[in-house]
C-alpha cells in the first residue's frame, strides 16, 4: 500500500487549500481512512475519517468547513479545507485503514498566517 498526499502550503486565515491523497495497493471501492494532523507540539488527531459506507467522522473544530470525498476513478481522497484558521496550521497525513494495519503517507504541511 502506498499512500502520496500532496496539496499543502501557505495560506492566509479565511481561505482554502485541497489536500489530495493518490492510494495504490488497495481496493479503493471499500477505502476505509482520511486525514488526521500534527500541529506544532500536539499529539496527532483525527481530522475527517471515513469510517464505513457513507459514515464519515468530523473533529468538532472543522465541522462546516472541512470536507472529506473520494474519487474511486482516481484512487484519491481529498479533504476540502475552507475558512482555514491559523489553528489549522498543521502536518496533514491520510492514512487508510486495513484490516491489519493502518498505512500512512508522508504529511504535507500546511500553514495558516493571521
Known amino acids: 500500500v502506498q499512500l502520496q498526499a500532496s496539496g499543502g502550503g501557505l495560506v492566509q486565515a479565511g481561505g482554502s487549500l485541497r489536500l489530495s491523497c493518490a492510494v495504490s495497493g488497495i481496493n479503493f471501492e471499500i477505502f476505509l481512512g482520511g486525514w488526521y494532523r500534527q500541529g506544532p507540539g500536539k499529539q496527532r488527531e483525527p481530522v475527517a475519517v471515513?469510517?464505513?459506507?457513507?459514515?464519515?467522522e468530523y473533529m468538532d473544530s472543522v465541522k462546516g468547513r472541512f470536507t472529506i470525498d473520494r474519487d474511486s476513478a482516481k484512487n484519491t481522497v481529498y479533504l476540502q479545507m475552507n475558512s482555514l484558521k491559523a489553528e489549522d496550521t498543521a502536518v496533514y497525513y491520510c492514512?487508510?485503514?486495513?484490516?491489519?494495519?493502518?498505512?500512512w503517507g508522508q504529511g504535507t504541511q500546511v500553514t495558516v498566517s493571521s
Open positions: 492514512v487508510v485503514r486495513a484490516p491489519a494495519r493502518d498505512f
Open positions: 471515513i469510517t464505513g459506507p457513507g459514515r464519515t
